[in-house]
């Protein structure tokens, strides 16, 4: 799915998505790009999908409007956080991307999750491929920072 469902169309994007749950034994992100959702797909997707976590794009600008969407309806028992540019070739330094991470810690969205995984906020499969490993390196490193 590249584009959000249309109004009214949630429920078809949450069927999908939990058919495909229910089918695997093995953990399903769903990692959503460009932005915050809309808060009504947001809350079908928290409540009715069944993923184990959602992605979240905490590179775009209306990341203030994530938060909201997870303080007001919750969230998954992971998260999935977008925190390089996937379509920029500027590669993010790991102390940049671990402040992303506190930030969004200092939100008080980010209580208690399972797992949290360190993303970027979409695929980089057009990134050269010299750019795209270092955007990897830059969110393994991250995690080294974060410790």
């Known amino acids: 799915m590249t584009d959000a469902p249309a109004e009214g169309e949630e429920e078809r994007a949450t069927d999908a998505i939990r058919t495909v ?15 915050a959702l809309g808060e009504k797909l947001y809350a079908h997707l928290v409540d009715e999908a069944g993923a184990d976590a959602l992605g979240l794009d905490i590179v775009a600008g209306d990341r203030e409007d994530t938060v909201y969407n997870v303080q007001e309806y919750g969230a ?4 999935s956080l ?9 590669v993010e330094e790991p102390e940049t991307v671990a402040e992303r991470v506190e930030w969004f ?3 008080g969205a980010a209580a208690a999750f399972d797992r949290t995984y360190l993303t970027p906020n979409t695929e980089l499969f057009y990134l050269p491929e010299n ?9 393994s490193a991250a ?5």
């Open 105 to 107: 810690e200092s939100t």
């Open 76 to 79: 998954t028992d992971s998260v």
């Open 143 to 147: 995690t080294e920072v974060l410790e």
């Open 82 to 90: 977008g925190l390089v540019d996937g379509q920029n070739t500027l």
């Open 131 to 139: 750019k795209y490993r270092a955007k990897l390196s830059a969110l």
């Open 21 to 35: 749950a229910e089918a695997t034994t093995a953990d399903v992100v769903v990692q959503t790009f460009y932005g």
